[in-house]
C-alpha cells in the first residue's frame, strides 16, 4: 500500500520561507508526476505545482517566481519550496503523486497546514 507523507508545514510571517516535503512509502515502481495543491478554507482545491518524471514543470500562473517544486526520484520524495510567503498562501497543502503500483494510479498525501500571518 502506499503512502504519502508531508512535512514542513506550520506558521510563518508574511515574506518568510517554507520548505514542503512528500515522501513515499510501498511497494511503487515508477512515479510519472508529483505535484503539490492546496486548498484555503471555504476554496476548492487548486494547484500549486508538479513536476514530471522528465523534469517538465508547471506551476499555477500567480505563484510563479516565489514557489519552486523540485524532486528526488531516488528518495521518491517532492519538494516545494515557498519564499515570500503572503497571507493568501495560508491553507493545506496536499502533496500527489501519478504512480506505478500495479496500474497507474493517483495518490494524495494527508496535507499539512500552512498559515502565514500578516
Given at each position: 500500500?502506499?503512502q504519502?507523507?508531508?512535512?514542513?508545514?506550520?506558521?510563518v510571517?508574511?515574506?518568510?520561507?517554507?520548505?514542503?516535503?512528500?515522501?513515499?512509502?510501498?511497494?511503487?515502481?515508477?512515479?510519472n508526476?508529483?505535484?503539490?495543491?492546496?486548498?484555503?478554507?471555504?476554496?476548492?482545491?487548486?494547484?500549486?505545482?508538479t513536476?514530471?518524471?522528465g523534469?517538465?514543470?508547471?506551476?499555477?500562473?500567480?505563484l510563479?517566481?516565489?514557489?519552486?517544486?523540485?524532486?528526488?526520484?531516488?528518495?521518491?520524495?517532492?519538494?516545494?519550496?515557498?519564499?515570500n510567503?503572503k497571507?493568501?498562501?495560508?491553507?493545506?497543502?496536499?502533496?500527489?503523486?501519478?504512480?506505478?503500483?500495479?496500474?497507474?494510479?493517483?495518490?494524495?498525501?494527508?496535507?499539512?497546514?500552512?498559515?502565514?500571518?500578516?
Open positions: 500500500q502506499v504519502l507523507v508531508e512535512s514542513g508545514g506550520g506558521l510571517q508574511a515574506g518568510g520561507s517554507l520548505t514542503l516535503s512528500c515522501v513515499a512509502s510501498g511497494s511503487i515502481f515508477s512515479i508526476t508529483m505535484g503539490w495543491y492546496r486548498q484555503a478554507p471555504g476554496k476548492q482545491r487548486e494547484l500549486v505545482a513536476m514530471t518524471s523534469s517538465r514543470t508547471n506551476y499555477a500562473d500567480s510563479k517566481g516565489r514557489f519552486t517544486i523540485s524532486r528526488d526520484n531516488a528518495k521518491k520524495t517532492v519538494y516545494l519550496q515557498m519564499n510567503l497571507p493568501e498562501d495560508t491553507a493545506v497543502y496536499y502533496c500527489n503523486y501519478v504512480a506505478r503500483t500495479g496500474d497507474m494510479r493517483t495518490y494524495w498525501g494527508q496535507g499539512t497546514q500552512v498559515t502565514v500571518s500578516s
